[in-house]
């Protein structure tokens, strides 16, 4: 049996929000317990121009989420990207997940030919499905959810490995 483009994508998504949403936490414990105002978790950057941690769990949500739209023809769900603390970004996720979760398997079944579009702010460009999830959706994906916990890394949260691998 083959992997269809749902099982590519959906179940992977939905195994990294909940390794990302574990990384928030020790990422609110960490500021709790050193005194550390959230913001300066939740604002902060790799560099300064790239997007703060907030953004990158917006990014990482839209990607999850736009992959189902665009490949299982699904109708999306509106989320407006005003997340301003580790609450705001677990319900995020928490929507991004149950949006994901009631996307059906089989409408990305037999879709890896379908045409797919893509537009940014500088242009649009077309890809068969297949290519657009494995060249563009899954890299996107993580590398904001790499990001985020960069960050989090970067600023101090005690994370390892098995945190953005999850433990199962």
């Known amino acids: 049996m083959s992997l269809s483009l749902y099982d590519i994508t959906v179940p992977v998504f939905l195994r990294a929000f909940a390794n990302l949403s574990e990384i928030l936490e020790k990422g609110r414990a960490f500021a709790?317990?050193?005194?550390?105002?959230h913001a300066d978790l939740l604002e902060a950057r790799l560099f300064p121009d790239m997007a703060?941690?907030?953004a990158q769990i917006q990014r990482a949500s839209d990607t999850a989420k736009f992959a189902a739209v665009r490949v299982a023809q699904v109708e999306t769900v509106?989320?407006?990207d005003s997340e301003v603390s580790f609450d705001d970004l677990q319900?995020?996720?928490?929507?991004?997940v149950a949006f994901l979760k009631a996307v059906?398997?089989?409408a990305m079944d037999g879709r890896e030919e379908a045409?797919?579009?893509l537009r940014t702010s500088q242009g649009s460009k077309t890809f068969t499905a297949r290519d657009y999830v494995l060249g563009f959706a899954i890299p996107n994906f993580y590398f904001h959810v790499t990001t985020a916990?960069?960050?989090?890394?970067?600023k101090?949260?005690?994370l390892g490995k098995l945190d953005y691998l999850g433990r199962e």
């Not at 319900?91 to 991004?96: E, G, M, N, Q, V």
Request: aromatic share 4%.
């Open 104 to 106: 059906p398997a089989h």
């Open 32 to 37: 709790e317990e050193k005194g550390i105002p």
């Open 115 to 117: 045409e797919v579009e």
């Open 52 to 54: 703060p941690l907030t």
């Open 91 to 96: 319900a995020r996720i928490a929507k991004t």
């Open 78 to 80: 509106s989320m407006e």
């Open 156 to 158: 101090g949260v005690p």
């Open 149 to 154: 916990y960069d960050i989090l890394r970067h």
